[in-house]
């Protein structure tokens, strides 16, 4: 397995990364190049039994291509999402399946890029939308202004933000 590990052929790692016999330490080695395959490995729940943190001690440039897959399981999201890294927590807000409480979580995050990535989802409840809209940080409030969605009361509240940059954002979508 680790020969086949190492070849050049992306289907052939790919395989590799899916065989249910793969070792963990080469399951690792593989997820930087084969994520999605990783994920979809057939054995993976048995071996975080084995194995609780596997996958979760990668290096950071790992642990981004893992979130970054649609199939990212909700173990890995949760872990994502209290990373100390905030790079980390700001790659799985962008992840399709948050929860709107996760989302609501991460709408507090104290760093304004994860806060701006929330800010960029078309999936937000109002309220969420409201709080971002109201931002400590103008960046953040940068990207609630850029969205064509925007319920009348924000767009009021933001054509009256102090930061010109926001407003700027506001009029340049307005039709």
């Given at each position: 397995m680790q020969t086949l590990a190492r070849q050049e052929d992306a289907g052939l790692r790919a395989a590799v990364a899916q065989h249910p016999n793969t070792p963990p330490a080469l399951l690792e080695a593989l997820a930087a190049t084969e994520p999605g395959a990783v994920l979809s490995n057939p054995a993976l729940p048995l071996l975080r039994l084995a194995h609780p943190r596997l996958l979760l001690d990668t290096p950071r440039a790992t642990l981004l291509a893992l979130i970054g897959c649609p199939a990212a399981p909700d173990w890995l999201r949760r872990h994502a999402l209290s990373h100390p890294d905030a790079g980390v927590v700001a790659a799985?807000?962008?992840?399709?399946?948050?929860t709107?409480?996760?989302?609501a979580a991460l709408a507090r995050h104290p760093a304004w890029q994860v806060r701006s990535r929330v800010a960029a989802r078309p999936d937000l409840r109002d309220d969420t939308l409201r709080a971002l809209a109201a931002d400590r940080d103008y960046g953040v409030r940068m990207y609630v202004a850029a969205r064509p969605?925007?319920?009348?009361?924000?767009?009021?509240?933001?054509?009256q933000d102090a930061s010109v940059f926001v407003r700027q954002v506001l009029a340049r979508r307005a039709p």
């Open positions: 799985v807000a962008s992840h399709p399946d948050l709107p409480a996760q989302l969605d925007l319920p009348p009361g924000v767009q009021a509240q933001l054509q």
